[in-house]
């Protein structure tokens, strides 16, 4: 089993549709959770950061994470064209910094 | 302004041959990585310097060495390529060893033929 468990999709959606991306992990030492972007042909952009459990909200995204449950996700409000893109979740611990990575969801958002 | 760099973005070459990828950030940053991402997207990680020191090492082919000349450089030699060496390789780096967000360079996408 994988530390971090990340459905590879694609996801399709149609334009304005609320998205939902989530990642599952087996390493309850986990504190530091990360949501990375990356287009087609690129690097893998920071988007969110959150540290512990609690949301965290930036213009229409917004990360939530569930300690208890080992779940981490990402909300996508008014999706547009431009969010088609893989989504990759990455985390780690304070006593391993070393980031340790989901598969990443393909993301197409339909006009 | 770019933040992180690479060099090449492109790289094709033969079996057997030499190569090496540079990378530069000038954020100031103590902490670079070497990443590999493969076809299916999954990213693993290769090696890590804290100011010029390597501490991550995983378990990747003696043909594979970073060098750090100074701590906003991090450059990849890769001797002997092989076919499954095929890749895009993304070089990243954080503030220190101790912050886990990491910023990325845009890949040196490498075929071997």
């Known amino acids: 089993q994988k530390e971090v468990e990340q459905d590879p999709g694609p996801l399709s959606v149609p334009e304005g549709a609320i998205v939902s991306l989530n990642c599952t992990y087996s390493n309850s030492a986990f504190q530091y959770f990360m949501w990375y972007r990356q287009y087609s042909r690129k690097g893998p952009e920071l988007l969110m950061y959150t540290y512990s459990s609690g949301n965290k909200e930036d213009g229409r995204f917004t990360a939530q994470v569930d300690k208890s449950s080992k779940y981490i996700s990402l909300f996508i409000r008014d999706s547009q064209p431009s969010d088609s893109a893989t989504y990759l979740c990455?985390?780690?611990?304070?006593?391993?910094?070393?980031?340790?990575w989901g598969a990443g969801t393909k993301l197409i958002i339909k006009p | 302004d770019t933040a992180v760099s690479q060099t090449p973005k492109y790289l094709v070459t033969q079996m057997g041959n030499d190569k090496s990828i540079k990378c530069e950030q000038n954020?100031?940053?103590?902490?670079m990585y070497w990443y590999k991402q493969d076809s299916k997207k999954f990213l693993k990680i290769m090696f890590s310097?804290?100011?010029?020191?390597?501490?991550i090492n995983e378990t990747v082919p003696n043909r594979f060495s970073p060098k750090s000349p100074d701590k906003a450089h991090l450059n990849l030699h890769i001797n002997s390529l092989e076919l499954g060496d095929s890749a895009v390789y993304f070089c990243?780096?954080?503030?220190?060893?101790?912050?886990?967000?990491?910023?990325f360079g845009p890949g040196t996408r490498l075929t071997v033929l």
């Open positions: 954020l100031g940053h103590d902490t």
């Open positions: 310097y804290n100011n010029k020191e390597l501490i």
């Open positions: 990243a780096s954080s503030q220190d060893r101790q912050v886990p967000q990491q910023y």
């Open positions: 990455a985390m780690s611990s304070s006593s391993n910094y070393q980031l340790i």
